[in-house]
């Protein structure tokens, strides 16, 4: 994986994406900012935002700063805030492995299905630690590998197809929390059959040992 390939992956994806994954990860969506708790006055930062399907979620009392690299994908989100809360949302082209924003800067941080889709996690989630105030929450949903024996399979014979699908559909769960230096908080299955995980962790700086322990028991 790298730009090229996702700026190519979602400029296909741009007109379909709402009617391809619109409804079948809402629920995931959905519990991601319910579980965010968030409150008047806080700023959040979304990576990934795509379409903009998460942004109607949000109260309006909360600031929402927007991020994706696929000028195609921010150009359909752009339409969709026309005229709804768009004094409170802003939608900027960034990559989310070089982010422009100042350190210590939202409260939370939001990453709906897109750290298996850049192609170098560890520095997003860097940046994430970056721009994120000193215990403040992060929240990351994706899919993870699966090892039940269909799944792993379908995931297997995916893998050589990842530059024009768009992600890596083998990531290893286990392996990204390492590299991602979070405190995990929670962890539940979320969508279709609980193939995608959501993950609350605390912006502490350090993986959780604890919880890597009860990951590999």
């Known amino acids: 994986m790298n730009d090229a390939a996702v700026l190519k992956a979602y400029k296909r994806y741009a007109r379909k994406y709402d009617l391809l994954f619109g409804k079948v990860f809402e629920h995931g969506r959905r519990l991601l900012i319910d579980k965010m708790d968030c409150r008047g006055g806080e700023n959040i930062l979304e990576v990934g935002v795509g379409t903009g399907l998460s942004l109607p ?14 000028p195609h994908m921010l150009g359909v989100a752009r339409r969709r805030l026309n005229g709804s809360s768009g004094h409170r949302r802003a939608l900027l082209r960034m990559d989310a492995q070089r982010m422009s924003f100042a350190d210590n800067c939202f409260d939370k941080v939001a990453a709906m299905y897109i750290v298996s889709v850049v192609p170098q996690p560890s520095k997003m989630m ?23 024996f269909i799944p792993r399979v379908v995931e297997t014979a995916m893998v050589p197809f990842e530059k024009f699908i768009g992600f890596k559909p083998r990531f290893a769960l286990d392996s990204f929390l390492e590299e991602a230096g979070l405190e995990v908080v929670e962890t539940c299955p979320v969508n279709l059959f609980g193939f995608w995980t959501l993950i609350h962790a605390k912006n502490t700086g350090c993986a959780s040992r604890e919880f890597r322990q009860r990951l590999s028991a």
């Open 57 to 70: 979620i949000y109260p309006d009392s909360v600031s929402v700063a927007g991020i994706d690299l696929s």
């Open 126 to 148: 860097s940046e994430i630690r970056r721009v994120c105030r000193p215990g403040g929450d992060i929240f990351i949903l994706n899919h993870f590998s699966n090892q039940n």
